[in-house]
């Protein structure tokens, strides 16, 4: 005990260093700030998910995770790899939650590059271990963001990473409920986070909640064991990697679905005749297409964009494309069986009909879009406007698309009464498709200043309308009847314009004629008009022209003109006629002959 009381103790710890001690811990509370959906979507959208690239955004995360691990010095040995893991003694530098956070990005990417590619079994197991990395990453992102992160950026990470395990339980499809559950608490996250923050975040926050809505309806859908309905999943097609997802899933329901409801499908009606269909392949093709026709006709059609209305269009002939090739392709191995060629036949005749019919109905679409831009003048943001050329080029298709359809259900067999009213409507709808190719093609004219064939052609429109509108009389067609008034009254009020307008030039002709004479003069005075900005610096005088004038800027001359330069004087040498140069032959080497050529010469 006397050893101990002598030995000295400890000097008590001073100010200074209970002041560094902290500092020290205050630097270890350090709270870091990550928006997680802003950099999530920046990222993807800047790197090619805009348009559905995997590949291009994985490179770019892994060119990513190069530069933060040497910013941060945080390397892993040269040559032979050394393991370093983030851990939260590591995380002093917000840096290192940005590692993890590429990390996860680039499995997850890699994982939706394989499934995009249509994966087969063995890359399907690869896929799903991509997934499985995603979720460790994404799991260790929240659990740093919750110690080192603030309040906010916890609360993202955590819906971060409960999205990527709901990604890996939904492909998995083994516990649906939890990939569910997952979803739902994203959900749950970004509503609340929609409530504050900048109108920037906000949007964001509702766009996620929007992807992740469909993938919560079809795992209720599936646990409810309710049948999923074809509409019911092409209202869930959205944009984006989240539907990039379970695109191929909504694919592979939609097909059953179309197989189901396929056996039930013996025959194709049109136009009052019944054509039998014996190929399944034929039946879900054609029932792909009456689907999508529903689709553009139904009652909700008129809020549907006319950009989406064009991709459906596209889908629709894509279908009637494939139940012609099944049909075809039936014809060829018919044999010589009279009834089953003449069926067939009939069918691709009714299905030829049905496609002709929906390519007016899209050209149609196409010209409702034309007028609209062509009413319209040039805004600030400077949209393009329609041509009348362009009107004249589309109604040139209606006509070839009615021509051709007329002819195709005119052709074969004797006609019934449907038949015959479909040729006589369409025969009409030809004639109306005449005269406002003949009003435009006369506008065309107008804006290039030839009046005499603009009134000429405004007038043979009148003259087709006139004669449509006496055709249509008894038509129960109202809404055509009512366009084809509003074009007459237009060819009329425009025929009236160029008549008076052409009297008005005519009538100015010889004024005109003698203000140019005499402005003409035989000097070398330039006109006003000629003159350049760079000419006339010293003055002030406008050299722009007007914003929607034909009459350009006039800046600088270009090509610049020829200009006269001095060129080197011509020098005639004469001195070298008359030196007297020195004999040089003794100089010269003398050759040696020997004896026989000195014999021979």
Request: glycine share 4%; proline share 3%; aromatic share 8%.
């Given at each position: 005990?006397?050893k101990?009381?002598?030995?000295?103790?400890?000097?008590?710890?001073?100010?200074?260093?209970?002041?560094?001690?902290?500092?020290?811990?205050?630097?270890?509370?350090?709270?870091?700030s990550i928006?997680?959906?802003?950099?999530t979507?920046?990222?993807?959208?800047?790197?090619?998910?805009?348009?559905?690239?995997?590949?291009?955004?994985?490179?770019?995360?892994?060119?990513?995770l190069?530069?933060?691990?040497?910013?941060?010095?945080?390397?892993?040995?040269?040559?032979?790899?050394?393991?370093?893991?983030?851990?939260?003694?590591?995380?002093?530098?917000?840096?290192?939650?940005?590692?993890?956070?590429?990390?996860?990005?680039?499995?997850?990417?890699?994982?939706?590059?394989?499934?995009?590619?249509?994966?087969?079994?063995?890359?399907?197991?690869?896929?799903?271990?991509?997934?499985?990395?995603?979720?460790?990453?994404?799991?260790?992102?929240?659990?740093?963001?919750?110690?080192?992160?603030?309040?906010?950026?916890?609360?993202?990470?955590?819906?971060?990473?409960?999205?990527?395990?709901?990604?890996?339980?939904?492909?998995?499809?083994?516990?649906?409920?939890?990939?569910?559950?997952?979803?739902?608490?994203?959900?749950?996250?970004?509503?609340?986070?929609?409530?504050?923050?900048?109108?920037?975040?906000?949007?964001?926050?509702?766009?996620?909640?929007?992807?992740?809505?469909?993938?919560?309806?079809?795992?209720?859908?599936?646990?409810?064991?309710?049948?999923?309905?074809?509409?019911?999943?092409?209202?869930?097609?959205?944009?984006?990697?989240?539907?990039?997802?379970?695109?191929?899933?909504?694919?592979?329901?939609?097909?059953?679905?179309?197989?189901?409801?396929?056996?039930?499908?013996?025959?194709?009606?049109?136009?009052?005749?019944?054509?039998?269909?014996?190929?399944?392949?034929?039946?879900?093709?054609?029932?792909?297409?009456?689907?999508?026709?529903?689709?553009?006709?139904?009652?909700?059609?008129?809020?549907?964009?006319?950009?989406?209305?064009?991709?459906?269009?596209?889908?629709?002939?894509?279908?009637?494309?494939d139940?012609?090739?099944?049909?075809?392709?039936?014809?060829?191995?018919a044999?010589?069986?009279?009834?089953?060629?003449?069926?067939?036949?009939?069918?691709?005749?009714?299905?030829?009909?049905?496609?002709g019919?929906?390519?007016?109905?899209?050209?149609?679409?196409?010209?409702?879009?034309?007028?609209?831009?062509?009413?319209?003048?040039?805004?600030?943001?400077?949209?393009?406007?329609?041509?009348?050329?362009?009107?004249?080029?589309l109604?040139?298709?209606?006509?070839?698309?009615?021509?051709?359809?007329?002819?195709?259900?005119?052709?074969?067999?004797?006609k019934?009464?449907?038949?015959?009213?479909?040729?006589?409507?369409?025969?009409?709808?030809?004639?109306?498709?005449?005269?406002?190719?003949?009003?435009?093609?006369?506008?065309?004219?107008?804006?290039?200043?030839?009046?005499?064939?603009?009134?000429?052609?405004f007038?043979?429109?009148?003259?087709?309308?006139?004669?449509?509108?006496?055709?249509?009389?008894?038509?129960?067609?109202k809404?055509?009847?009512?366009?084809?008034?509003?074009?007459?009254?237009?060819?009329?009020?425009?025929?009236?314009?160029?008549?008076?307008?052409?009297?008005?030039?005519?009538?100015?002709?010889?004024?005109?004629?003698?203000?140019?004479?005499?402005?003409?003069?035989?000097?070398?005075?330039?006109?006003?008009?000629?003159?350049?900005?760079?000419?006339?610096?010293?003055?002030?005088?406008?050299?722009?022209?007007?914003?929607?004038?034909?009459?350009?800027?006039?800046?600088?001359?270009?090509?610049?003109?020829?200009?006269?330069?001095?060129?080197?004087?011509?020098?005639?040498?004469t001195?070298?006629?008359?030196?007297?140069?020195?004999?040089?032959?003794?100089?010269?080497?003398?050759?040696?002959?020997?004896?026989?050529?000195?014999?021979?010469?």
């Amino acid at each position: 005990m006397s050893k101990l009381a002598n030995q000295p103790q400890p000097p008590p710890p001073s100010d200074m260093d209970v002041d560094s001690a902290d500092a020290a811990e205050e630097k270890n509370l350090v709270r870091f700030s990550i928006n997680v959906l802003e950099l999530t979507r920046e990222a993807q959208m800047q790197h090619g998910l805009r348009h559905g690239d995997y590949t291009r955004y994985r490179r770019y995360c892994t060119a990513r995770l190069r530069r933060l691990y040497k910013s941060l010095k945080f390397l892993h040995g040269r040559g032979k790899y050394t393991k370093r893991n983030i851990t939260e003694s590591t995380v002093k530098d917000v840096r290192f939650l940005h590692v993890v956070f590429y990390m996860a990005e680039r499995a997850w990417s890699h994982a939706m590059e394989k499934k995009t590619a249509g994966p087969n079994a063995k890359q399907r197991i690869y896929m799903l271990g991509r997934f499985r990395k995603a979720v460790k990453w994404a799991t260790l992102f929240s659990q740093l963001c919750s110690i080192k992160g603030d309040s906010r950026t916890s609360l993202e990470a955590e819906a971060y990473a409960s999205y990527m395990k709901g990604t890996l339980l939904f492909e998995q499809e083994k516990n649906i409920e939890a990939a569910m559950m997952n979803f739902k608490n994203t959900r749950t996250v970004y509503e609340e986070l929609g409530k504050y923050g900048s109108i920037e975040n906000q949007l964001l926050c509702r766009q996620r909640i929007e992807e992740v809505e469909p993938m919560i309806g079809f795992c209720s859908r599936k646990l409810g064991g309710s049948a999923l309905q074809a509409h019911d999943l092409l209202d869930m097609e959205k944009e984006g990697p989240a539907y990039d997802l379970f695109k191929a899933k909504i694919e592979a329901v939609l097909a059953e679905t179309r197989s189901q409801q396929a056996a039930s499908m013996t025959e194709f009606n049109w136009l009052g005749r019944r054509f039998p269909i014996t190929s399944a392949k034929t039946r879900v093709s054609i029932l792909k297409a009456q689907q999508l026709e529903r689709d553009l006709n139904g009652a909700a059609t008129e809020s549907i964009p006319a950009d989406k209305k064009l991709a459906i269009f596209d889908k629709l002939f894509s279908a009637y494309h494939d139940a012609r090739g099944c049909i075809r392709n039936d014809l060829a191995s018919a044999g010589n069986a009279e009834n089953i060629r003449d069926d067939l036949n009939g069918l691709d005749k009714a299905v030829s009909a049905v496609l002709g019919l929906r390519t007016i109905e899209r050209n149609q679409l196409l010209v409702s879009i034309a007028k609209s831009k062509f009413a319209k003048h040039r805004d600030e943001k400077n949209e393009k406007v329609t041509k009348p050329e362009e009107l004249v080029r589309l109604y040139d298709l209606l006509i070839q698309n009615t021509t051709d359809l007329t002819d195709l259900v005119s052709s074969g067999r004797d006609k019934n009464e449907e038949e015959n009213s479909f040729l006589h409507e369409y025969e009409l709808k030809g004639l109306a498709f005449r005269a406002e190719r003949c009003f435009y093609l006369a506008k065309s004219y107008s804006s290039a200043g030839k009046r005499t064939e603009a009134y000429a052609l405004f007038v043979h429109a009148r003259s087709l309308v006139d004669s449509a509108l006496h055709q249509l009389a008894n038509s129960p067609d109202k809404a055509l009847i009512q366009d084809l008034k509003a074009l007459s009254d237009n060819c009329r009020s425009n025929s009236c314009i160029e008549h008076a307008t052409g009297i008005m030039e005519d009538e100015s002709a010889p004024e005109n004629l003698s203000k140019g004479v005499s402005t003409m003069s035989l000097g070398d005075d330039k006109k006003k008009d000629n003159k350049y900005l760079l000419d006339i610096l010293e003055s002030y005088e406008s050299a722009i022209g007007e914003p929607h004038g034909k009459v350009p800027s006039r800046i600088a001359q270009f090509p610049p003109p020829f200009q006269s330069v001095p060129c080197n004087p011509i020098v005639l040498d004469t001195v070298y006629n008359i030196i007297e140069f020195p004999n040089l032959e003794n100089r010269m080497k003398k050759e040696k002959k020997g004896i026989l050529k000195r014999f021979w010469g």
